[in-house]
């Protein structure tokens, strides 16, 4: 079955990058997501990309797309604490009828 | 507005009692499934449903059941709590075809003591 996997945790200093990376495994992804987790909360959509793009930019995320390897990363600018949380990626596998998620990445903003 | 409500939110209760969590969602969605969230962070899907009647087990066997009578509302339940059942649940819903994802409750965090 379809993997997707992602390192464990990130912790970075307030007002730097972030990169979460994540890799899959199913080179039939239409769609690829990625969503933040707060402590005691649900999963919250960030934001999503079609397979056919390489890119996309919403304010201070970028989602990067390389489907030669299966790559999928996930950049914050100017991280800031408020951005402390869990992240996971998921891709839309089984002929477009599921998500399957990673593992999650725990990013740690330190001031 | 349209959203995906759990309750309760917090569960403390005692082994061998039967509880039942809630989940019902607005959205209009056909499906739905529950996840359970252990402390590693890993999220395991346990049951699913693509409509009424409808009910599947996931990827991670779990003593829990579930029943899907309304479109809108989809309650788990442990006939008889134990430690080990000690987890967040988390409820989810989509239309038939997620292209946009799922949407997720808030969660409940249930401890058997």
């Known amino acids: 079955g379809e993997d997707v996997e992602q390192s464990l945790f990130l912790s970075v200093r307030e007002g730097d990058s972030s990169v979460i990376n994540c890799t899959y495994t199913d080179s039939s992804s239409t769609y690829l997501y990625w969503y933040k987790q707060e402590p005691g909360a649900g999963l919250q959509l960030l934001t999503y990309?079609?397979?056919?793009?390489d890119m996309k930019q919403d304010q201070r995320l970028t989602v990067l797309l390389n489907k030669k390897d299966k790559h999928l990363s996930l950049r914050i600018a100017d991280t800031q604490t408020g951005d402390s949380a869990i992240y996971f990626c998921?891709?839309?596998?089984?002929?477009?009828?599921?998500?399957?998620f990673g593992t999650g990445t725990q990013l740690k903003v330190e001031l | 507005e349209a959203d995906i409500y759990q309750t309760p939110r917090y569960l403390v209760i005692g082994t061998g009692k039967k509880i039942t969590l809630e989940c019902s969602q607005t959205m209009g969605h056909d499906k739905m499934y529950w996840y359970q969230q252990d402390p590693g962070m890993e999220l395991h899907l346990i049951h699913y449903s693509y409509g009424v009647n409808s009910t599947e087990k996931g990827d991670l066997s779990s003593e829990s059941t579930v029943s899907r009578i309304r479109t809108e509302h989809f309650p788990l339940t442990l006939e008889s709590a134990r430690p080990s059942h000690t987890s967040q649940y988390l409820c989810a819903s989509s239309p038939t075809t997620p292209y946009y994802g799922y949407t997720f409750g808030s969660g409940t965090r249930l401890t058997v003591v």
């Open positions: 990309i079609f397979s056919n793009m």
């Open positions: 998921a891709d839309l596998t089984g002929g477009g009828n599921k998500l399957t």
